[in-house]
């Protein structure tokens, strides 16, 4: 194969540049390398921290978010802990609530504890049950209050901690009574354990896939552990940015690293795939590393940019959890393009001791041969209007149920709808903050002709109750600071009457509460705020990707036609992705809704490096199916196998954003390798490039 006589562009001669520099110099390039990653891996250790609270998702400075906060320094948080005692003896029931509250009101971190009304039971008139049960008598519950207003995943775990050692301690056994914990603090922790077990253990996972995939791939084992060990790096040195902006991980931006498995170790391919090429035409060692290099420049550079972007887009969807993960993803990816690009071609020099095996050439490759083989107009047909067909079905519609993204088999989920459906209390609740007890008496009357109300609280019950019924002091008065604020504000709190995760139930709650009071607040009031905000960031994210990828493609290629054939694996797989997340009943969540982007960013890449490879070959699809053809196909590979793996994480959430993924980039991977080659071929010809040859190797 001869060079192209074109002059070579910018990418090609800044990135020549740099793998002449490493492949010079290697030993220096792979020590500071190292002593990078061992710094960013000691930055993180002392200041990457792991939040799980929701609000640590989103901007303290939006206006919903800041009435929650106001409310929360005020009266303490909504965000409650909910300790569910189930018992068949109400006796002995009454009795443990008893126990334990008192037990409770004791631990670190426990503001105020809410298990019955603040009175002597037996002055309460008309005989009314003073504890939050259920509607048949077999559950009580108690609100626990923790003192941080903004729940924050410092003091989150021994904040329930404490709760749980103190529940311990209480024996409920003994009367034959269980306890469970619910509401968004358990659920917070419970994130946290997911983030620190399966997301790590499953990027563990997806880590050695690929590297068994690059191994398979290639027949050998040296270069893929030598682009594993480059990845490493580049996940270090991420964590060590991470650790220093934004300072901490969330459930969202700990997906990252399976993202940068999956599409990182793209570049080490294109480069090891198209180094074994020249070494097999004869090339020296070092001139085939640096050839390779500069020659997959381009293509490269187009493909890590708009990955990136992709990635970037998230930082204009107004959701601090999104943003996070776009800033991460996107720097990520640039970041490893840089080390697979300087440090992978040191590592290639300083591995070139030894016996040095026979190379394959092109014409050798069986992936190649089969690729060819398989090509049919009949089959790219067929294969389009299956992913095109799914959209006839519709797009997938969102699912804004919190809980459905908890693991199936979380207590606290089934602990919260139990609680939903058996009684009139709930974890989730609307919060009204007014100026006087008049307005909080006139307020609570509105509220309790609302049908869609099940209970209410405010000051009014209690200064109807202390003329009625004897207080308990010290009861009262942590009872009486939930409603009345130093500052002479008044707290009324209305328990919806049906399912807040319900959407259409959720609408009509909170349309009417809003309508009571445009600043009412609580975590309903929040948690539709961010469901808005993960739909708005789908379409803002998608569009901007979208926008960004094709300007991209186009200023690489320079020709509009070009540039449309390599994104049509992009198009078939984003299609396709639609269409299986309706047929599998897969719709979009406060998660998977960035898979999207994402999908936009890393499908371009397998179209780019075809048609690229077409255009240096002039045309003749034999090698380039055999030479990029297997590249791509292993990328692919490793890229599904990155993102499929953490389809096993028992978060359903985390699990539905892995399969959303799975479905686009593996259509992508199909419709690059079997649709787009035919359109190659036909067109071609009619754009001056081609004939193809007949033979697979010259």
């Given at each position: 194969?001869?060079?192209d006589?074109?002059?070579?562009?910018l990418?090609?001669?800044f990135?020549?540049?740099?793998?002449?520099?490493?492949?010079?110099?290697?030993w220096?390039?792979?020590?500071?390398?190292?002593?990078?990653?061992?710094?960013?891996?000691?930055?993180?250790a002392?200041?990457?921290e792991?939040?799980?609270?929701?609000l640590?998702?989103?901007?303290?400075?939006?206006?919903?978010?800041?009435?929650f906060?106001?409310?929360?320094?005020?009266?303490?948080?909504?965000?409650?802990?909910?300790?569910?005692?189930?018992?068949?003896?109400p006796?002995?029931l009454r009795a443990?609530?008893?126990?334990?509250s008192s037990?409770?009101?004791?631990?670190?971190?426990?503001?105020?504890?809410?298990?019955?009304l603040?009175?002597?039971?037996a002055?309460?008139?008309?005989?009314?049950?003073?504890?939050f049960?259920s509607?048949?008598?077999?559950?009580?519950?108690?609100?626990?209050?923790p003192?941080?207003a903004?729940?924050s995943?410092?003091?989150i775990?021994?904040?329930?901690?404490?709760?749980?050692?103190?529940?311990?301690?209480?024996?409920?056994?003994r009367?034959?009574?269980?306890?469970?914990?619910?509401?968004?603090?358990?659920?917070?922790?419970?994130?946290r354990?997911?983030?620190q077990?399966d997301?790590?253990?499953?990027?563990?996972?997806?880590?050695?896939?690929?590297?068994?995939?690059?191994?398979a791939?290639?027949?050998?084992?040296?270069?893929?552990?030598?682009a594993a060990a480059?990845?490493?790096?580049?996940?270090?040195l991420?964590?060590?940015?991470?650790a220093?902006?934004?300072g901490?991980l969330?459930l969202?931006?700990?997906?990252?690293?399976?993202?940068?498995?999956?599409l990182?170790?793209d570049f080490?391919?294109?480069?090891a795939?198209?180094?074994?090429?020249?070494?097999?035409?004869?090339?020296e060692?070092?001139?085939?590393?640096v050839?390779?290099v500069?020659?997959?420049?381009?293509?490269?550079?187009?493909?890590?940019?708009?990955?990136?972007?992709?990635?970037?887009a998230?930082?204009?969807?107004?959701f601090?959890?999104?943003?996070?993960l776009?800033?991460?993803?996107?720097?990520?990816l640039?970041?490893?393009?840089?080390?697979?690009?300087?440090?992978?071609?040191?590592?290639?020099?300083?591995a070139?001791?030894?016996?040095?095996?026979?190379e394959?050439?092109?014409?050798e490759?069986?992936?190649?041969?089969?690729l060819?083989?398989?090509?049919?107009?009949?089959?790219a047909a067929?294969?389009?209007?299956l992913?095109?067909?799914?959209?006839a079905?519709?797009?997938?519609?969102?699912?804004?149920?919190?809980?459905?993204?908890q693991?199936?088999?979380?207590?606290?989920?089934?602990?919260?709808?139990?609680m939903?459906?058996?009684?009139?209390?709930?974890?989730?609740?609307?919060?009204?903050?007014?100026?006087?007890?008049?307005?909080a008496?006139?307020?609570?009357?509105?509220?309790?002709?609302?049908?869609?109300?099940?209970?209410?609280r405010s000051?009014?019950?209690?200064?109807?109750?202390?003329?009625?019924?004897?207080?308990?002091?010290?009861e009262?008065?942590?009872?009486?600071?939930?409603?009345?604020?130093?500052?002479?504000?008044q707290?009324?709190?209305?328990?919806?009457?049906?399912?807040?995760?319900d959407?259409?139930?959720?609408?009509?709650?909170l349309?009417?509460?809003?309508?009571?009071?445009?600043?009412?607040?609580?975590?309903?009031?929040?948690?539709?705020f961010?469901?808005d905000?993960?739909?708005?960031a789908?379409?803002?994210?998608?569009?901007?990707?979208?926008?960004?990828?094709?300007?991209?493609v186009?200023?690489?290629?320079?020709?509009?036609?070009?540039?449309?054939?390599?994104?049509?694996?992009?198009?078939?797989?984003?299609?396709a992705?639609?269409?299986?997340?309706r047929?599998?009943?897969?719709?979009?969540?406060?998660?998977?809704?960035?898979?999207?982007?994402?999908?936009l960013?890393?499908?371009?890449?397998?179209?780019?490096?075809?048609?690229?490879?077409f255009?240096q070959?002039?045309?003749?699809?034999?090698?380039?199916?055999?030479?990029?053809?297997r590249?791509?196909?292993?990328?692919?590979?490793?890229?599904t196998?990155?993102f499929?793996?953490?389809?096993?994480?028992s978060?359903?959430g985390l699990?539905?954003?892995?399969?959303?993924?799975?479905?686009?980039i593996?259509?992508?991977?199909?419709?690059?390798?079997?649709?787009?080659?035919?359109l190659?071929?036909?067109?071609?010809?009619?754009?001056?490039?081609?004939?193809?040859?007949?033979?697979?190797?010259?």
């Open positions: 194969m001869t060079p006589s074109t002059p070579p562009r990418p090609e001669r990135f020549g540049w740099l793998a002449t520099i490493a492949t010079a110099r290697p220096w390039v792979v020590g500071a390398s190292v002593a990078l990653a061992a710094a960013a891996l000691s930055l993180a002392f200041r990457l792991i939040k799980t609270s929701n640590d998702l989103v901007d303290p400075s939006i206006p919903v978010v800041a009435r906060r106001d409310f929360a320094r005020t009266f303490g948080t909504p965000n409650m802990l909910v300790v569910v005692l189930r018992g068949t003896d006796a002995a443990g609530a008893e126990r334990t037990l409770v009101r004791g631990a670190a971190g426990v503001r105020s504890v809410f298990a019955r603040p009175y002597e039971p002055s309460l008139p008309f005989g009314a049950d003073p504890y049960a509607k048949d008598g077999t559950m009580l519950f108690l609100f626990v209050q003192t941080d903004d729940s995943a410092t003091t775990a021994p904040f329930v901690q404490a709760v749980r050692e103190r529940i311990a301690a209480a024996h409920l056994e009367d034959g009574i269980e306890a469970g914990l619910t509401g968004m603090p358990q659920y917070a922790l419970d994130d354990d997911i983030i077990r997301t790590s253990r499953l990027s563990a996972l997806s880590f050695l896939l690929v590297l068994l995939l690059f191994a791939g290639f027949a050998e084992i040296v270069r893929p552990l030598l480059v990845l490493a790096v580049a996940a270090a991420i964590l060590g940015c991470a220093v902006v934004p901490h969330t969202v931006s700990a997906t990252f690293f399976s993202a940068l498995f999956g990182g170790i080490g391919i294109y480069v795939d198209r180094f074994e090429e020249f070494l097999a035409d004869g090339l060692r070092r001139e085939a590393i050839r390779a500069r020659e997959l420049g381009p293509g490269l550079l187009t493909g890590a940019i708009t990955s990136a972007v992709a990635f970037y998230m930082l204009f969807s107004g601090r959890g999104f943003e996070e776009g800033l991460l993803g996107g720097t990520g640039l970041i490893t393009l840089l080390l697979m690009t300087s440090l992978l071609p040191a590592l290639l020099m300083l070139g001791g030894g016996h040095r095996r026979r394959r050439r092109l014409g490759r069986r992936a190649g041969r089969f060819a083989a398989a090509q049919h107009p009949a089959l067929a294969l389009a209007a992913a095109l067909g799914g959209l079905f519709g797009l997938p519609g969102f699912d804004g149920d919190y809980l459905n993204l693991p199936k088999t979380s207590e606290a989920v089934r602990l919260e709808r139990e939903v459906d058996h009684s009139i209390y709930s974890p989730q609740f609307a919060a009204f903050l007014v100026d006087t007890p008049e307005a008496h006139t307020l609570a009357e509105k509220l309790r002709k609302e049908e869609t109300v099940g209970a209410v000051s009014a019950d209690l200064a109807l109750l202390d003329a009625l019924a004897r207080p308990i002091p010290a009262r008065a942590a009872f009486g600071a939930a409603f009345e604020g130093n500052d002479g504000r707290a009324v709190y209305a328990y919806p009457a049906g399912n807040i995760w959407p259409a139930f959720e609408k009509e709650f349309g009417r509460m809003q309508a009571l009071d445009p600043n009412v607040t609580g975590m309903p009031v929040l948690g539709q961010m469901i905000r993960s739909k708005r789908l379409w803002i994210t998608a569009a901007i990707s979208a926008l960004v990828v094709i300007l991209l186009l200023v690489d290629f320079r020709h509009p036609v070009w540039s449309a054939l390599a994104l049509v694996p992009t198009l078939l797989g984003v299609a992705m639609l269409g299986a997340m047929l599998f009943d897969i719709p979009f969540n406060p998660l998977n809704v960035m898979a999207l982007p994402v999908i960013g890393a499908a371009e890449d397998n179209g780019v490096h075809m048609v690229h490879r255009l070959e002039k045309g003749d699809l034999l090698r380039t199916l055999a030479g990029t053809g590249a791509v196909l292993l990328c692919a590979s490793t890229t196998a990155g499929a793996t953490l389809a096993f994480t978060h359903r699990a539905s954003f892995a399969l959303t993924l799975t479905f686009g593996s259509f992508a991977l199909i419709t690059s390798l079997f649709v787009l080659p035919p190659l071929r036909l067109i071609g010809p009619r754009l001056g490039v081609g004939p193809l040859s007949a033979k697979a190797d010259r």
